[in-house]
């Protein structure tokens, strides 16, 4: 075999794991397993001084668990990754480990409902107060909120529900020039269609309970980081704060970035929040989501062109007031998605319809295939009214800062037959509506 990095496809179904280590084991082993025997006062001492890698206690890191994080950290080109047992977690413990000292985090209304919940109703009695601002995608603008005790910006890649797209390379740049990072949730991109590093990002967030794992059948969440960002640069002392648990051979206390210099953010997690606070991944719901990672590619091309046509037919329905798809001619994002999402702007994406509050819910219960539920990324395609649930917790003035307006559907395509979605959905119009309408299938 050649030297050649290997490519995306090869990674997701192969990376960080080689057989030997694992009795030949074709299929990764499930590690199901509290703690690990030490083997020695020796090795004891390498173990716990960091001067030998290995496992300890399935809290802190686990074999099964250590083969996801490397496999995804090498699809998203990162130089460290955790996992954790949500997406929620991942938010949470990345902001924490920014700004447990205080501080402000510059964010826009375009997020998932229980990050934008979450910001509203837990940060601030954390002392982490969060600005939300609309115009993300202009960078004068965008700089000019940032305020002295801001530590990091935090956007997603596309938004979920109405499928924002945020101009990363510039968002990085603004954020860079005041020495701080950027944060991307990445969920709905994956890094099939979107790699946020190679375009500045800091820091990655995942759901994997979303398309990574792609099944409906785990919580679990990821945080990587791009191992560029200089946490010396004054903003940050607790990347500089000596610890004894990180002494070296002759028991002098170290730091994070003297003992982890090449991925101190995650290391920082892992032995602080992960130990500490506990939302450990099981070893049994790491292997599901590698096992999901394995088809993602082919899962997103089938998504893809399945929502091309579930699109196409709902740009012909007189009961679609709109849509908000990144790369349809009438979206503001156009651009944008030409840019960052050359493959695809992915399968969750919502639309308006004409009609009251009464004919939605008609509309819904008329649903027969689609199922009706909060989740995303499955491979069943699925139906939300976002503002009675994702989005319930916002007022109406939020609800209008973050434009979800009152007759917004959610979809989330998944890998039926894109024939069987389109009857699906025009029977629950007709139903609803008793119009005629014609099929965009062709
Ligand atoms: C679902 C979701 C989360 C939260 O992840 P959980 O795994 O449900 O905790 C965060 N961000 C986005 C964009 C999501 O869709």
Do not use: C
Not at 148 to 171: G, H, L, R, W, Y
């Amino acid at each position: 075999m050649s030297n050649k990095p290997l490519k995306f496809d090869t990674i997701k179904i192969r990376g960080g794991y080689n057989s030997e280590d694992h009795n030949h084991s074709v299929s990764v082993p499930i590690y199901e397993t509290a703690a690990f025997d030490i083997g020695g006062t020796k090795r004891a001492k390498k173990l716990f001084s960091f001067s030998e890698p290995g496992f300890i206690y399935s809290r802190l890191s686990n074999p099964t668990v250590e083969i996801l994080e490397k496999r995804v950290s090498a699809l998203d080109g990162a130089a460290g990754a955790i996992a954790l047992s949500s997406g929620m977690a991942a938010i949470t413990y990345t902001l924490l480990n920014i700004a447990e000292d205080g501080g402000r985090i510059l964010t826009t209304p375009y997020l998932y409902g229980g990050t934008l919940d979450g910001f509203k109703k837990i940060y601030p009695k954390f002392g982490i107060k969060i600005d939300k601002f609309g115009d993300i995608n202009n960078p004068e603008a965008l700089a000019k909120q940032i305020k002295p005790d801001t530590k990091a910006i935090f956007v997603e890649t596309i938004s979920n529900p109405n499928a924002v797209v945020a101009d990363i390379e510039n968002i990085a740049k603004v954020a860079h020039e005041h020495d701080i990072p950027l944060i991307v949730d990445n969920t709905l991109a994956t890094p099939y269609l979107l790699n946020p590093i190679k375009y500045g990002a800091d820091i990655v967030v995942y759901s994997a309970t979303k398309a990574l794992n792609g099944h409906g059948n785990v919580i679990a969440g990821l945080i990587l980081e791009s191992g560029k960002f200089n946490w010396a640069n004054g903003k940050f002392p607790q990347f500089l704060e000596p610890y004894y648990t990180l002494r070296d051979s002759n028991d002098k206390p170290r730091n994070f970035l003297e003992t982890f210099p090449e991925f101190p953010f995650t290391t920082r997690i892992r032995m602080n929040y992960l130990n500490y606070f506990g939302a450990a991944l099981s070893p049994f719901d790491a292997y599901l989501v590698l096992l999901g990672l394995e088809t993602l590619s082919e899962r997103i091309e089938k998504q893809l062109s399945n929502t091309k046509k579930v699109i196409s037919y709902l740009q012909e329905n007189d009961n679609v007031q709109w849509i908000k798809y990144p790369s349809l001619s009438t979206s503001p994002y156009k651009k944008l998605s030409e840019k960052y999402l050359p493959k695809g702007s992915g399968s969750v994406f919502s639309f308006g319809i004409n009609g009251t509050d009464s004919e939605i819910d008609e509309f819904l219960d008329s649903i027969k295939l689609f199922s009706y539920h909060t989740n995303i990324g499955d491979s069943r395609s699925l139906i939300v009214n976002s503002p009675k649930t994702t989005h319930g917790e916002l007022t109406p003035e939020e609800k209008e800062l973050s434009d979800i307006p009152y007759n917004t559907i959610r979809l989330s395509i998944g890998l039926e037959d894109p024939e069987d979605l389109i009857d699906d959905l025009d029977q629950a119009f007709e139903k609803t509506f008793s119009k005629k309408l014609e099929k965009a299938i062709k």
